[in-house]
């Protein structure tokens, strides 16, 4: 079961790249790498997910190195409105596999 | 097209009843899953639905906890005798198959559970 680490908080002022790396170093052959997004009082929402190399997508683009023991989500010109909990989420359901969110790194955006 | 929907928003009760909790998945999804979140904790994963089987109940907390699918799409979620540390928001969430395999879950808003 692979466990992720995330930095608790970041803080981030608008227009900057900002970049959260987690770390997964037992990840398993058969694990996507997933990001998830937080609003308070509302329920995650689903950003990007990988399995190696690099995905990119409207929102969000996620690094993934060779050996996947690690992967980074990159947040483009941040705005306030990006102020939010992001969780890795290393895993695939299934034989009794529980998906972890763990707390998340609370990104905080100012102007 | 409908989101995932839960009901009942808020729920307040007092310790040692029971309490029903509904998800309404998006049609179509055949898997669903049952999260709950602390105040300023992460999410709990509780338990996942491949169609009405739940192959992993070992999330539940406790046995006072249980959960049923029905009919491939309404879940409810069961907590006997609730007790205050049960006060959470329980989140509902479902993807067209089981995620991992290039899936996404979409979430529900949630039910904020509060045990006087």
């Known amino acids: 079961l692979a466990k992720t680490t995330q930095p608790i908080s970041m803080d981030s002022y608008e227009g900057q790249e900002v970049n959260i790396t987690c770390s997964h170093n037992?990840?398993?052959?058969?694990?996507?790498i997933t990001w998830y997004q937080q609003f308070p009082s509302q329920g995650p929402r689903f950003i990007i997910q990988g399995y190696k190399t690099k995905v990119t997508n409207e929102v969000a683009s996620l690094f993934i190195p060779a050996d996947r023991k690690s992967s980074t989500l990159s947040l483009p010109r941040v705005s306030l409105s990006d102020t939010a909990v992001y969780y890795c989420l290393v895993g695939v359901i299934g034989a009794g596999t529980a998906l972890i969110f763990g707390k998340g790194t609370t990104l905080s955006v100012s102007s | 097209g409908a989101g995932v929907s839960q009901s009942p928003s808020n729920k307040v009760t007092e310790k040692g009843k029971d309490v029903e909790l509904r998800c309404d998945p998006i049609s179509g999804h055949t898997a669903l899953y049952w999260y709950r979140q602390s105040l300023g904790q992460g999410l709990e994963f509780l338990i996942y639905f491949q169609g009405n089987s739940a192959p992993d109940k070992s999330g539940l907390p406790s046995d006072r906890f249980s959960a049923e699918r029905t009919g491939g799409s309404v879940s409810t979620l069961t907590i006997q005798r609730t007790q205050q540390e049960d006060s959470a928001v329980y989140l509902c969430?479902?993807?067209?198959?089981?995620?991992?395999?290039?899936?996404?879950?979409?979430f529900g808003p949630g039910t904020r559970l509060t045990v006087l």
């Open positions: 037992n990840i398993a052959t058969n694990d996507y």
């Open positions: 969430a479902s993807s067209v198959r089981l995620a991992g395999t290039n899936n996404e879950q979409f």
